[in-house]
């Protein structure tokens, strides 16, 4: 690479390589998986903070992208990725919630639960609330849940089958992703269990489209509203505060982001017609 001081070559390469990353529609995580790479590495790479990272490295992340080592050490050129826009108040990245706005969270499924087992409805609920956060957090593992469900109502339980044989996608919300992804970049925000949102891409039950970022609270270890949750979704979606939008469904998250200095809109998944309505008012582009 030419060199005009070694900082600027890792910032140039990091720069080209998210240009590829993006063209080629994937995500950090997907090219994380593509190219067994660690997340934290790539993420580093894109920043420009490695200096001189493997060549081994970059053949892997070149091969992943289907381009060239060429390509991303700047002998060939990068095909540019397609322009995003900016909304009439400065938005530029948008993060969508999961449960309560792409979908409706499964209740069903604690009924299901009550049905089979014959086990009062607000017993398990009680149990589940009790052990939700802290596997959300990844700080309790999903078999925990089954196995303290299991004790409850005495039966095997697989919590991750029951929510998402319950789970149903808020008519219309769909669209809207996708209309969002043609326009800003976009990402998922979501208090989760481990392997909920990849499942959920699989079964269609959420997009399964080319998100900028995805945080997983079962993956960074921290839930809206904690604060710590907002500056890792900030920095993976690199963009000042002024620029995100969070859509969610609860208004403690929504505050939260608030005073983060996010712009923020409340999704009522009672009338998502309506909501869809309003953020698509809110993502009109300026002019």
Known sequence: MESEGGALDEKRLGKRLQEARVAAGLTQQQLCQKASLSYSTLAKIERGAIKSPSIFTIQSIAAALNTTLDALLGIEPVAAPPTKKTTRSGVRFVFFDVNGCLVRFAHRGFSK???ESGVPIDVIE???WEYDDAVCRGDKSLDEL???LAETIHMIVDWKKYYLDAVEPVGGINDLVRWSIENYHVGLLTNSMPGF???MRERGLIPDVAFDTIIDSSEVHAMKPDPRIY???QERAGFPPSEILLIDDSRANLIAAKKHGWHTIW???YRPE?????????LQPAE
């Open 274 to 282: 309506e909501s869809i309505a309003n953020i698509r008012q809110a």
């Open 267 to 269: 999704f009522d998944y």
């Open 126 to 128: 009680t149990v589940f």
């Open 113 to 115: 639960l009550s049905e």
């Open 197 to 199: 949102v990849p499942a």
């Open 146 to 148: 089954n196995t303290v």
């Open 231 to 233: 500056e890792i979704a």
